[in-house]
């Protein structure tokens, strides 16, 4: 393929008056409001044509100030405090929830049950029980709705998945994840949210550990037992009490007979946002490291007796056949952390459109649900000291 073609992408025509708006209610201003509305904006002119034009309406924060200042920042049209007025705003179709975690549950089925699109960012609840009754609440409005688990979304990620599923990599025999941050190293940094069983339902477990429970579940299948520790090094901070893990480990027995390793920590000094994977099989190896997010180190094992170019080698993942790809730039001119969420979003708005399914590629709020037992069963184990099985439970007919 010439270097030419790679520019032609946004040439492709489509009269843009073609393309139907959708309008969008956000809660959160914050870290994910902020990420969700950018993916929204690029959503635009990354996909082209989009399957939908995103229309930024209505946001809600906690601060009327600092919300009105977003909405002007941001370029919605109405902001407001009371997440319930962006619910009943007939202009809104899609309700993204970026709040806290104690503000999964009620906005989100509320907007449901208004008839809006919703998806509602991780852990979809505090606990098991919340995000079982979140997803059977919404399941009754019939609406699409999406867990935002971004990291599916990451062509690197999705190439894993590709090389799982055609069989290149054969059956995993391990997967070991890990998710380590530094951010709560300092025992002087204040309590937030996030340090808070009744507003988080746990700490790095959920926080962190969530992704890449979901990875495990996407990339390998159903866990199917776990033993497990937390632990949690400061209790006291300025400003509070933490009676959540800053930091778990577990060991996970899968359906499929593979083993698996999974920690996260809020307290590994000199980590950053490293989220990393590695998945041994029977034909070879892959690993993902989140901070080098365009690459895969992969090992095919080799066919010829004495072969000599085994050994891990590095994909740069920017091909115009990589997944998603094509709707960006020249190869080796890298995308960042924050175009998960156009991808993201982008499969929420053509699921609408389209009335396509939101999984198997999409998280879907049964895999919301799900991570969430998951997330319990380790809570459970590190309790008890004891190995858990971990079941699900089902909506009724
Ligand atoms: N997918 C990811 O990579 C990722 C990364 C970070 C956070 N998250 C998840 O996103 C969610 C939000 O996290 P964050 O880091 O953006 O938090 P944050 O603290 O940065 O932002 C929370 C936002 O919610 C608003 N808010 C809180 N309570 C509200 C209420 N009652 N009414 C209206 N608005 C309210 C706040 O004003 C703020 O704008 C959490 O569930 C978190 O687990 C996901």
Redo the contacts with the bound molecule.
């Keep these: 393929m010439s270097s030419s073609s790679f520019f032609t992408q946004g040439d492709a025509r489509a009269d843009v008056d073609e393309v139907p708006s959708i309008g969008i209610g956000m809660?959160?201003?914050?870290?994910?409001?902020r990420a969700h509305t950018n993916a929204f904006h690029k959503i635009g002119y990354t996909f082209w044509p989009p399957a939908l034009r995103p229309r930024l309406v209505h946001i809600?924060?906690?601060?009327a100030d600092?919300?009105a200042e977003a909405a002007r920042r941001y370029g919605y049209d109405k902001s407001t405090?009371d997440?319930r007025e962006v619910v009943n705003d007939p202009d809104v179709q899609v309700f993204d929830n970026?709040?806290?975690?104690d503000?999964?549950l009620e906005p989100t089925v509320a907007a449901a049950r208004a008839g809006k699109h919703v998806i509602c960012?991780?852990?979809l609840g505090r606990t098991a029980d919340e995000a079982f009754e979140l997803w059977s609440a919404v399941a009754e409005t019939g609406v699409k709705a999406m867990t935002?688990?971004?990291y599916r979304f990451f062509p690197a990620i999705r190439l894993v998945k590709e090389m799982l599923d055609d069989g290149t990599l054969g059956e995993v025999r391990h997967f070991r994840a890990r998710y380590h941050q530094e951010w709560l190293v300092d025992p002087e940094t204040p309590a937030s949210?996030r340090l808070t069983k009744e507003a988080a339902g746990s700490g790095a477990l959920?926080?962190l550990g969530a992704?890449i429970i979901d990875l495990a579940r996407y990339l390998v299948g159903e866990p199917e037992s776990v033993s497990a520790n937390t632990a949690t090094f400061v209790e006291d901070r300025p400003g509070g009490h933490v009676d959540v893990d800053d930091a778990f480990d577990a060991v996970v027995r899968f359906e499929s007979g593979a083993l698996g390793t999974l920690e996260a920590t809020r307290v590994a000094p000199g980590r950053k946002n490293h989220m990393r994977f590695e998945i041994s099989t029977t034909k070879g190896a892959v690993i993902f490291d989140q901070e080098r997010m365009n690459e895969l180190k992969v090992h095919l094992i080799g066919t010829t007796p004495g072969d000599h170019a085994q050994g891990f080698r590095t994909v740069l993942v920017s091909e115009t056949y990589h997944p998603y790809w094509e709707n960006w730039w020249p190869h080796g001119h890298m995308i960042g952390w924050e175009d998960s969420f156009v991808h993201e979003l982008e499969h929420l708005l053509s699921a609408i459109r389209h009335d396509k399914p939101i999984g198997p590629h999409g998280a879907t709020l049964e895999d919301g649900y799900r991570c969430t037992e998951i997330c319990d069963a380790i809570l459970r184990a590190a309790d008890t000291g004891e190995r858990q099985k971990i079941s699900y439970r089902g909506l009724s007919a």
């Design positions: 809660l959160g201003y914050a870290f994910m409001g809600a924060g906690r601060n600092a919300v405090t997440w970026g709040g806290p975690n503000q999964h960012e991780k852990p935002a688990f971004n949210w959920g926080d992704h």
